[in-house]
């Protein structure tokens, strides 16, 4: 079956699918409870969103305005997808954000205590007001199932939290657009966009995303697949991490050292080794020292130390010959490909963690560790 009939009965299916008002409503109330303290993270902000808008578009479906009118002369596919992209890459959306504090405001000042007090505030302008600015923005160019699907999944707008919490600013710089030769209705795009900050500095990020248009919805897309970045990065890293990116933070590892020692955690297997050949050793310090890092938090240091002993991980001891029983350096490698590094023997949980998530260097690495492992 070709991917764009596949996806068309997908969505002639997901019409069917229901949640009911109780478990919406606790979904929310669960959301609503965590947005209320003191906002110290990017991504609570984001599923806040998706929440609101599952719970304002789910229970009223009635209140969707009515599609638009075609014109006489309806959009191509390439400009409809052009339509998404500028009102995706431009932002922040300062109009949404109003629209989204409204909403929340009032739902602040106003407690509900069952489900129906519950859908009367869902009634309210401000509800309606924030739903209704989804489809007023995107509506004309999505399918009602992709759009249904992209405002609970945070498929638009997804940045926009972002953006504001950061004080950036995101334009819209290329675009690229082809379409696949053996499936007419589907499209790609390759994005290059710049972030801002309010000292002027700016940096680029070039990103893929995937279009395949609706059969039965001539002119209207059916699916939206945003694809991994060029260089493996993603956006969701690189807002709230603007500053390490654009000055290109790397791990500060200013000791001599001379062998390398690891302990390692696959499964059930635990094993371990040292080295001091050269070569290895420069092998693996090539492979992580060009990482951009952060400072690690309190609450991820705390997890990190509970993933040591239930995840697979190696920990890679740094040494010198005139300090061979002394630490100097700790880097410990996870295998979600998060690594962090920490000075002296500090179980690589305090100090510095790499931005992203770079699995394919904890594999490259791993494997270099293998090499020299110590054989019952």
């Known amino acids: ?5 596949e996806f068309d009965e997908l969505f002639e299916e997901m019409k069917h699918v229901e949640r009911s008002n109780e478990a919406r409503r ?8 965590r947005m209320e303290k003191k906002k110290s993270r990017i991504f609570p902000a984001i599923l806040a969103l998706a929440a609101i808008a599952i719970a304002s578009f789910f229970l009223f479906t009635n209140m969707i305005p009515a599609e638009t ?15 998404v992209i500028e009102k995706e890459y431009n932002g922040p959306d300062m109009e949404l954000e109003r629209l989204l504090r409204a909403w929340f405001e009032l739902q ?32 004309d160019y999505f ?5 249904e ?14 953006l504001i919490d950061s004080n950036l600013d995101m334009q819209l710089e290329k675009v690229q657009i082809t379409q696949d ?17 309010d000292k002027d500095q700016k940096i680029f990020h070039t990103l893929k995303e995937e279009y395949i248009f609706s059969k039965t919805e001539p002119g209207k897309i059916g699916r939206y697949n945003l694809m991994l970045a060029t260089d493996g990065k993603h956006l969701y890293d690189i807002i709230p991490n603007f500053d390490a990116y654009f000055n290109n933070r790397k791990p500060v590892i200013d000791v001599s050292f001379d062998s390398i020692c690891f302990n390692g955690r696959t499964g059930s297997n635990q094993i371990n080794g040292c080295t001091t050949d050269t070569v290895q050793i420069n092998e693996i310090m090539e492979s992580i020292n060009d990482l951009p890092i952060q400072e690690v938090t309190e609450e991820e240091s705390s997890w990190r130390a509970e993933l040591l002993s239930q995840r697979n991980s190696y920990q890679i001891y740094l040494t010198n010959e005139a300090n061979q029983e002394k630490t100097l350096y700790t880097v410990t490698l996870y295998d ?6 920490a000075p002296g023997l500090d179980m690589g949980i305090t100090g510095d963690i790499t931005i992203g998530s770079h699995r394919d260097v904890y594999k490259k690495v791993i494997q270099m560790l293998q090499t020299f492992k110590e054989v019952d």
Do not use: C
């Open 1 to 5: 079956m070709e991917p764009s009939k």
């Open 26 to 33: 606790n979904t929310w109330l669960a959301i609503k409870e």
């Open 69 to 83: 009118e075609q014109t006489a002369q309806p959009l191509t596919n390439e400009e409809v997808i052009m339509a």
């Open 108 to 139: 602040s000042k106003t407690p509900t205590k069952n489900q129906d007090e519950y859908n009367k505030l869902l009634q309210s302008k401000e509800s309606t007001d924030y739903t209704n600015y989804f489809y007023k923005s995107f509506g």
């Open 143 to 147: 399918t009602k199932d992709m759009m």
């Open 149 to 162: 699907q992209a405002i609970s999944t945070v498929m638009v707008f997804k940045y926009n939290s972002q």
């Open 181 to 197: 030769k053996d499936h007419p209705t589907i499209y790609r795009a390759t994005v290059e966009v710049s972030l801002t900050n």
């Open 336 to 341: 979600d490909g998060k690594l962090v590094y």
